[in-house]
């Protein structure tokens, strides 16, 4: 179960520089974080998961970043951040088993709440309205750093902005807010099959690093990342095993 801490050591190496000359660990209108959280979890899923596993060894499922998909029972179309499902020819997916939908809260915490939430709450709803056995997992990332330099903030020629955080206290605020997120344990409810909160602290200019103490979910609850690969285990040997 490496995913946290490799995206941690990940994003304390990777470097994105932006028009003003300014260079950051995080830019949220780069994809690059999502896409590599995305081939770490999968890596964690086939070591995890044996009927994942087998399914990958035998040539049956494959998996996708960024993959847009159209749910034939619905017509609509979303782009899954980590898309596992069947092979077909023309590299498109015939079934998605399993949509992961990953999002990060790097500042605004307080503003960011309500977003955060509708939009993994919709997440799982497209996903079960067009597939009732499809599996809808997600996962927040939440900066804990006292403060942070955002890329959206910066303007050429101008010392750089920061802005503060009163921590642990927003990061405690969104932890709890996100545990509001409905799970189901069978497939007439609502709900995420599974569902993780990883804390990292990032001030997005020195080194980055997991954040394993509370508020990050505890071994155990159901919102910590080792639970969250369980249940993902769990409903894909009941769907698909």
Known sequence: MFAPEAFALWLDHHEHTDAAGFTYHY?????????????LIWVDLLVCCPEIRRDQQAGLVTM?????????ATSKTKTIDLAVGTT????????????????????EHKKSQPRVFDELSSSHQIVHAADA??????????NIANRFVSPLRQRPGVPISVTR??????????????RGLQ???ELSQEGFDAYCTVVVECDNQGPARLWTA????????PDHYATFLARIGTAYRAHYG
């Open 64 to 72: 996708k970043v960024n993959y847009k998909h159209t749910w034939p």
């Open 133 to 142: 056995r499809a599996i809808a997992a997600g996962l927040t990332v939440v």
């Open 214 to 221: 509370s508020p990050s979910p505890q071994p155990g609850e």
């Open 27 to 39: 830019h949220s209108r780069s994809d690059a974080h999502s896409k590599e959280l995305a081939r």
């Open 165 to 178: 955080h009163k921590q642990p206290d927003v990061t405690r605020s969104m932890v709890m807010h996100l």
């Open 183 to 185: 799970l189901r344990g």
């Open 88 to 107: 077909s020819p023309g590299d498109l997916l015939d079934e998605v088993r399993i949509s992961c939908e990953l999002k990060a809260v790097m500042t």
